[in-house]
């Protein structure tokens, strides 16, 4: 193998993960390999780039890091001592199945690109490699694995409000009821209805009646907190599920109605109305999220019913 060139930079401290300021476009790479040189040749690369990097020397020793701190890609050797990187990747897909890994080896004879992308490896370069092949290689691993966020991403969005939908919202709070029932957490469930989506369309047009539906969003995001789960889960339905609260419902209920109402008043006009019903799980007599939504739901109709005999 080539002796990689000697540099002078030493590696970037692991605490720097912690306090990284990247954008998107920049990453916490995780550098697996037992020579030194190779190693630093490596991270040197990435740094330039305007990466972070962490370097292991063996399997093993990657695993403990992984476990401490959050990487968005690997680039691992496969001949090292204690645990190899073909079992260190196996362990890796354990933990995340989408974790971007890059295979370098100069044991191309021993190790196929097959086998390694067989066990989860996006891409797989031989030793010794041009500096350019590599560069470029990473960054088309790395521009495939955001696309294809990008692409769950848009599976688990609501197009129209950019909130969760229906699918995303099941399985978020599932987990969530899960941890409740071990912390005894008491969650908060809020559903939510447009009363006149049907009205607005017809007398004004679809395109008021999304701006709508798109304006209520953004009511719900200024009401409620950034932890909380908010989903559209039908047309003129949301949700909102609180993993815990140090205010009351009817504190959040209150604001949410005063919330609408300002809106309303911003456009002189009451385009806005909205029902709904709430639910508490009890951790100590746990339900399903279905069966929360359904007490939320017929609390939610209640409420209704009662504005419509008000209404003249």
Same mark, same amino acid.
């Given at each position: 193998?080539?002796?990689?060139?000697? /540099? =002078?930079?030493?590696?970037?401290?692991?605490?720097?993960?912690?306090?990284?300021?990247?954008?998107?476009?920049?990453?916490?790479?995780?550098?697996?390999?037992?020579?030194?040189?190779?190693?630093?040749?490596?991270?040197?690369?990435?740094?330039?780039?305007?990466?972070?990097?962490?370097? &292991?020397?063996?399997?093993?020793?990657?695993?403990?890091? !992984?476990?401490?701190?959050?990487?968005?890609?690997?680039?691992?050797?496969?001949?090292?001592?204690?645990?190899?990187?073909?079992?260190?990747?196996?362990?890796?897909?354990?933990?995340?199945?989408?974790?971007?890994?890059?295979?370098? *080896?100069?044991?191309?004879?021993?190790?196929?690109?097959? *086998?390694?992308?067989?066990?989860? &490896?996006?891409?797989?370069?031989?030793?010794?490699?041009? /500096?350019?092949?590599?560069?470029?290689?990473?960054?088309?691993?790395?521009?495939?694995?955001?696309?294809?966020?990008?692409?769950?991403?848009?599976?688990?969005?609501?197009?129209?409000?950019?909130?969760?939908?229906?699918?995303?919202?099941?399985?978020?709070?599932?987990?969530?009821?899960?941890?409740?029932?071990?912390?005894?957490?008491?969650?908060?469930?809020?559903?939510?209805?447009?009363?006149?989506?049907?009205?607005?369309?017809?007398?004004?047009?679809?395109?008021?009646?999304?701006?709508?539906?798109?304006?209520?969003?953004? /009511?719900?995001?200024? *009401?409620?907190?950034?932890?909380?789960?908010?989903?559209?889960?039908?047309?003129?339905?949301?949700?909102?599920?609180?993993?815990?609260?140090?205010?009351?419902? =009817?504190?959040?209920?209150?604001?949410?109605?005063?919330? !609408?109402?300002?809106?309303?008043?911003?456009?002189?006009?009451? /385009?806005?109305?909205?029902?709904?019903? *709430?639910?508490?799980?009890?951790?100590?007599?746990?339900?399903?999220?279905?069966?929360?939504?359904?007490?939320?739901?017929?609390?939610?109709?209640?409420?209704?019913?009662?504005?419509?005999?008000?209404?003249?």
């Amino acid at each position: 193998m080539e002796e990689p060139r000697a /540099i =002078e930079e030493e590696l970037p401290n692991l605490e720097m993960l912690e306090s990284s300021n990247m954008t998107s476009s920049y990453y916490n790479i995780l550098v697996v390999d037992d020579e030194e040189p190779v190693k630093r040749l490596i991270a040197t690369l990435l740094s330039q780039d305007g990466h972070q990097c962490a370097a &292991a020397s063996s399997g093993l020793e990657a695993l403990d890091k !992984v476990k401490k701190h959050k990487f968005d890609a690997v680039v691992t050797d496969i001949v090292m001592p204690e645990m190899d990187g073909l079992d260190l990747m196996r362990e890796l897909s354990k933990r995340d199945q989408n974790l971007p890994v890059m295979i370098i *080896t100069g044991h191309a004879d021993e190790y196929s690109a097959e *086998t390694a992308i067989a066990l989860g &490896a996006r891409e797989f370069i031989k030793k010794p490699f041009s /500096i350019t092949e590599f560069i470029i290689r990473f960054h088309k691993m790395m521009d495939d694995h955001r696309g294809k966020e990008a692409l769950l991403a848009l599976s688990l969005t609501d197009e129209l409000t950019g909130l969760f939908n229906r699918r995303r919202f099941f399985v978020l709070a599932e987990q969530s009821l899960k941890v409740a029932i071990r912390t005894k957490k008491r969650p908060l469930l809020f559903f939510i209805d447009m009363d006149n989506l049907k009205l607005i369309n017809d007398h004004h047009g679809h395109n008021e009646g999304d701006q709508a539906l798109k304006d209520l969003a953004g /009511i719900l995001k200024k *009401t409620f907190r950034e932890p909380d789960i908010i989903a559209r889960i039908g047309g003129d339905e949301f949700v909102v599920l609180l993993e815990s609260t140090d205010e009351s419902g =009817e504190k959040l209920v209150t604001r949410l109605h005063e919330n !609408v109402k300002d809106y309303n008043a911003e456009r002189c006009k009451s /385009i806005l109305s909205i029902s709904l019903g *709430t639910a508490q799980f009890d951790p100590d007599s746990p339900i399903s999220i279905d069966e929360l939504l359904s007490k939320a739901d017929a609390l939610m109709y209640v409420h209704k019913r009662r504005r419509w005999r008000r209404t003249p």
